[in-house]
């Protein structure tokens, strides 16, 4: 279709969401130049008015360090049978994420979170909602400052539809169905199931985190739509593109929607509807400069930076693994997916969300995860059932972590019981230099691991 546009000199706006498709209009730009014809792809909620948000909120960011992204859309908003198949084209298979400052790979319709919207003088809204593919997981990394790392999700109202989806994915994560396309006519019937039980509101949210100065900052833009006209949304964003080539605004070629448009050129229309809109700026302190306090100033820089997180980051660099030799230990290391001995290429992944930092530690490979908050003012490490609290004495060579106590499925656990570890940071010229060991009373050596990383 935009290739027989081009061949007639007629503009082209449309308002597709497929990832490859919208990223992939550019190789008709020298065509569409030569024509004289303006063609843009992804003219719809994404990328196009997602694009003239994140740009909005990442004003005075020099650094964005990542970029949700969702939308719900109301039960009585129901979607075509070419939607219902693009969904069902990724669901429980690989998406690719630009997440950890590399790409990996997750699955579609998993990552679910239950999102909140929030808009003054509005009924709250709170929905269930699972990772989608779309075409911002390639464009805002590409575009946005930091090269940040992004997530979209999406879900209908009702969480039995989006449970119901996620669970009819694993046999395709599994490898015992290659897709979900050939039930897209069933899609619809479930739909309609809570169409008539649900309301006429939708909701879209993006939330964009990153260093403003020397700064956390945390930015986000909520929109809820009643009475129905959620689904003019996409609309709305293709009527914009008209009208900014109608002007003379855009110069011939071919591209994706994203930054071609403001988003205070979509006010008017928003304004003509039931859709309220609200923005919210917090800063945001960092989980280890929260539990350190003022000693957090005087540690080196790279201990710093390294800690410096909100939203999203990664260190890459090496270390080397020493496991103990005992049964006992070989099998703690199996159960808690402890790397192998000798030396690897470290990678580790940092994802904050609502105050707590996910780490997961990738040795050539080899990976775990814990994940970190604060109660009190000491920090807590958890891994599984099992959690530690540990104090933070720092200073100008670095820090130190002091176990103080730990829990097993929320049940305290003597601390003369506890895994011997005494972990510390410092730094080495620009490195970050570590050093882990873990012990257990009775058993001795579990793992020790130790190296040095740089922020990427």
């Known amino acids: 279709m935009a290739e027989a546009c081009i061949a007639c000199g007629v503009h082209y706006v449309d308002l597709s969401d497929a990832r490859d498709f919208v990223c992939g209009i550019g190789r008709l730009d020298a065509a569409a130049r030569a024509a004289g014809v303006v063609v843009v792809s992804g003219g719809s909620s994404v990328p196009a008015l997602s694009g003239a948000v994140i740009a909005e909120l990442s004003r005075g960011i020099e650094d964005v360090r990542s970029v949700a992204l969702s939308i719900s859309a109301s039960s009585r908003a129901t979607a075509g049978s070419s939607v219902a198949a693009a969904i069902l084209s990724y669901v429980g298979k690989p998406v690719r994420l630009w997440r950890g400052r590399r790409w990996r790979l997750e699955t579609g319709w998993h990552r679910l979170l239950r999102q909140d919207y929030v808009v003054a003088g509005r009924a709250p809204i709170r929905r269930l909602v699972a990772l989608a593919?779309?075409?911002?997981?390639?464009?805002?990394?590409?575009?946005?400052?930091?090269?940040?790392?992004?997530?979209?999700?999406?879900?209908?109202?009702?969480?039995?539809?989006?449970?119901?989806?996620?669970?009819?994915?694993?046999?395709?994560?599994?490898?015992?169905?290659?897709?979900?396309?050939?039930l897209a006519r069933w899609l619809l019937p479930l739909q309609k199931l809570g169409a008539g039980l649900g309301t006429d509101r939708s909701a879209m949210a993006v939330e964009v985190k990153g260093i403003a100065g020397s700064e956390a900052a945390v930015r986000r833009w909520?929109?809820?739509?009643?009475?129905?006209?959620?689904?003019?949304?996409?609309?709305?964003?293709?009527?914009?593109?008209?009208?900014?080539?109608?002007?003379?605004?855009?110069e011939p070629g071919a591209r994706h929607a994203a930054g071609q448009v403001r988003l205070e050129d979509f006010d008017a229309h928003f304004d003509r509807l039931a859709i309220f809109r609200a923005v919210e700026s917090r800063p945001y302190v960092p989980l280890y400069r929260r539990v350190i306090g003022p000693a957090y100033a005087a540690m080196p820089r790279p201990v710093r930076d390294m800690h410096h997180l909100v939203g999203d980051g990664g260190a890459a660099g090496r270390a080397t693994v020493r496991r103990g030799r005992s049964w006992p230990a070989r099998f703690i290391c199996a159960v808690m997916r402890f790397p192998p001995a000798g030396e690897h290429a470290l990678h580790v992944s940092f994802e904050e969300r609502d105050g707590i930092e996910r780490w997961t530690r990738d040795f050539a490979g080899h990976a775990f995860t814990s994940e970190l908050s604060q109660r009190g003012g000491r920090l807590v490490e958890r891994f599984g059932p099992m959690r530690f609290s540990f104090d933070l004495p720092a200073d100008a060579t670095g820090l130190t972590m002091v176990m103080r106590g730990w829990s097993v499925f929320g049940i305290p656990v003597p601390l003369r019981l506890a895994p011997r570890s005494r972990a510390?940071?410092?730094?080495?010229?620009?490195?970050?230099?570590?050093?882990?060991?873990?012990a257990l009373p009775g058993i001795g050596e579990v793992v020790h691991y130790a190296g040095r990383l740089r922020r990427i």
Do not use: M, Y
Request: glycine share 8%.
């Open 133 to 182: 593919d779309v075409p911002d997981h390639d464009i805002v990394p590409a575009t946005a400052p930091g090269k940040p790392a992004v997530i979209f999700r999406a879900g209908p109202e009702f969480s039995f539809q989006v449970a119901a989806l996620w669970l009819a994915s694993w046999p395709v994560t599994w490898g015992w169905i290659s897709s979900l396309s050939p």
């Open 222 to 250: 909520t929109l809820i739509a009643e009475d129905g006209d959620g689904p003019e949304i996409p609309t709305i964003a293709a009527h914009v593109l008209a009208n900014a080539i109608a002007a003379g605004t855009l």
């Open 424 to 438: 510390r940071e410092w730094a080495e010229g620009e490195d970050f230099c570590f050093d882990v060991p873990i």
